[in-house]
């Protein structure tokens, strides 16, 4: 009887002191507790405020990023034009093939400047000459033993001309009176304008870094 | 044990005798106790038993007796419970809150930091990437004409000859421009502006109507040719040019104004037009 009557009385106290911890701080007293949780707040704290600064730099770092990465592709573009008007990169584009005879060998490298000009005005983009020389802003039109060189690169006739725009502005350019078509039929050549979707020009220009030019500051 | 009474007559008392350490409440309880079994012992022999036995009820009082202190305990117990428990209990509960707070808090700060990380290396790689771009977009800047130039170089003026000689002996026309521009390039011009608009490749010098037009746009004479060089062999270098010398024979023979002048510094505009409508790069350079 005392033996079962102990084991109620020991049942009852173990769920009471059960019921009332029933976590990992049952040893833990309350002072304990209480600093247990000042540190775990002053943690938080801590926590928080190193969240709130790489939030901050986060959202730094994106805007620069987005904002590089915008230049960055601009700057490409841009490049790819300049690759373009420097001659350094191959161009395609619509555009037309002029096809110059000289049978008389009369035609001189002022009527090729000029027909280069006038295409030019038309609104050529890329132009390349007899497939080996690429016309840029620096090309020079010379002659030498009555040759005509181009950049210094001796051109024999006939001559050709890739240009890269618009293919109708620039055969009416060509042809319209008084053009380059004329000036060469007066000199006993003849002038033919090939209109094309898609003309390739592969020749390059090859540039050499400026000695005297400094990009003017801004 | 000799002078207590000998009342084990219904019950033995084995450790009754000798027992000196026997308190007061013990000694009550246990001669009441065997008052009782006495007593109980003596109805059954004299009756029969028709009342509840004695010690039954002495039973059922020491249970009476267990169960109040047990509830006078458990009472307590409740009581007090409410006050440090309930506190005890917001304590842990705040503790574990705060620590799972903290726990996500740790969580959010690894993956940003991480986050931070990668950003700072695909910074780091676009500005690099950025860097070799503005040193291409400069080389190929300045030969393209897109960017405002400054150097040495030399300045040649030229302007139609005070009076009419002939028909237009006297007056520049665009293909005098167009070969002294050409000529300049010959002599080792590295930019060039006419009357401050750059020379590029899609710039183009015509005579339109009265006028030479350099980007569309009219020009007056006198026109002012400047280019960036080295200014000590440019102007020699450009009269030695068939274009130069046919300058030179225009000065001579029609009074046309045609001036070369090495300076030691020109600034030259650009030309911001970057953008092409027909044109498609193939391969980068």
Redesign the interface.
């Known amino acids: 009887m005392a033996v079962l009557?102990a084991a109620l009385?020991f049942a009852?106290v173990a769920q009471?002191r059960l019921t009332?911890a029933d976590?990992d701080?049952s040893g833990q007293r309350?002072e304990n507790?209480?600093e247990?949780?000042e540190s775990?707040?002053a943690?938080?704290d801590r926590?928080?405020t190193?969240?709130d600064e790489?939030?901050q730099?986060?959202e730094e770092?994106?805007s620069?990023?987005e904002r590089?990465?915008i230049?960055?592709e601009e700057?490409?573009q841009?490049?790819?034009?300049?690759?373009?008007?420097?001659?350094?990169?191959?161009?395609?584009?619509?555009?037309v093939t002029i096809t110059i005879t000289d049978p008389e060998a009369a035609v001189t490298s002022?009527n090729l400047?000029?027909g280069i000009?006038?295409l030019?005005?038309a609104?050529?983009?890329?132009?390349e000459m007899n497939d080996r020389v690429r016309?840029?802003?620096?090309?020079?039109?010379?002659?030498r033993d009555g040759e005509i060189l181009v950049d210094g690169v001796k051109l024999p006739s006939p001559y050709s001309i890739e240009a890269?725009?618009?293919s109708h502005t620039l055969s009416e350019a060509v042809i319209f009176r008084g053009g380059l078509a004329d000036e060469i039929e007066r000199l006993g050549g003849k002038v033919s304008v090939e209109k094309a979707d898609l003309v390739?020009?592969q020749s390059l220009h090859s540039?050499d870094?400026?000695?005297?030019?400094?990009?003017?500051?801004? | 044990m000799s002078d207590k009474p000998d009342l084990s007559t219904g019950e033995p008392r084995s450790d009754s005798s000798g027992d000196a350490y026997v308190g007061l409440l013990t000694q009550i309880m246990t001669q009441t106790l065997d008052q009782d079994y006495l007593d109980v012992a003596q109805r059954r022999e004299s009756s029969s038993g028709d009342s509840p036995p004695r010690w039954q009820v002495g039973a059922v009082a020491v249970l009476l007796l267990f169960g109040l202190m047990l509830g006078l305990a458990a009472l307590n117990t409740a009581q007090e419970k409410p006050v440090v428990a309930a506190e005890r209990a917001e304590l842990i509960e705040q503790i574990e809150s705060n620590q799972g707070k903290l726990d996500n808090q740790q969580a959010t700060l690894a993956s940003l930091s991480d986050e931070v990380t990668k950003l700072q290396q695909l910074l780091a790689a676009n500005v690099a990437d950025d860097r070799l771009l503005t040193n291409q977009l400069t080389s190929l800047g300045i030969d393209a004409g897109t960017l405002a130039v400054t150097g040495p170089g030399v300045e040649v003026t030229v302007d139609d000859s005070g009076y009419s000689v002939g028909e237009s002996g006297g007056v520049i026309l665009d293909s005098d421009l167009q070969l002294l521009v050409n000529a300049l390039w010959q002599a080792g011009a590295e930019a060039i502006a006419v009357d401050e608009h750059r020379m590029t490749t899609l710039t183009a010098i015509r005579f339109a109507g009265e006028a030479i037009t350099v980007d569309y746009r009219s020009l007056t004479p006198p026109y002012i040719i400047e280019a960036t060089g080295d200014p000590d062999t440019m102007p020699a270098r450009l009269l030695e040019t068939r274009a130069g010398q046919a300058w030179l024979d225009l000065e001579a023979n029609f009074d046309i104004q045609f001036e070369v002048v090495a300076k030691d510094k020109v600034s030259i505009p650009g030309d911001a037009r970057d953008n092409l409508l027909y044109a498609e790069a193939k391969g980068a350079s």
Not at chain 1, 123 to 127: R, S, T
Not at chain 1, 211 to 218: A, F, R, V
């Open positions: 009557l009385g009852a009471m009332g976590d701080y309350r507790l209480i247990l949780l775990l707040a943690a938080a926590t928080q190193q969240i790489l939030e730099t986060r770092l994106l620069s990023s590089r990465q230049a960055v700057a490409r841009r490049l790819e034009v300049l690759t373009v008007l420097t001659g350094t990169a191959a161009a395609a584009g619509p555009g002022t400047l000029n000009e006038e030019r005005d609104g050529a983009e890329a132009i016309v840029v802003a620096s090309t020079s039109f010379t002659e890269i725009g618009s390739e020009v540039i870094a400026p000695e005297y030019s400094q990009p003017t500051e801004s």
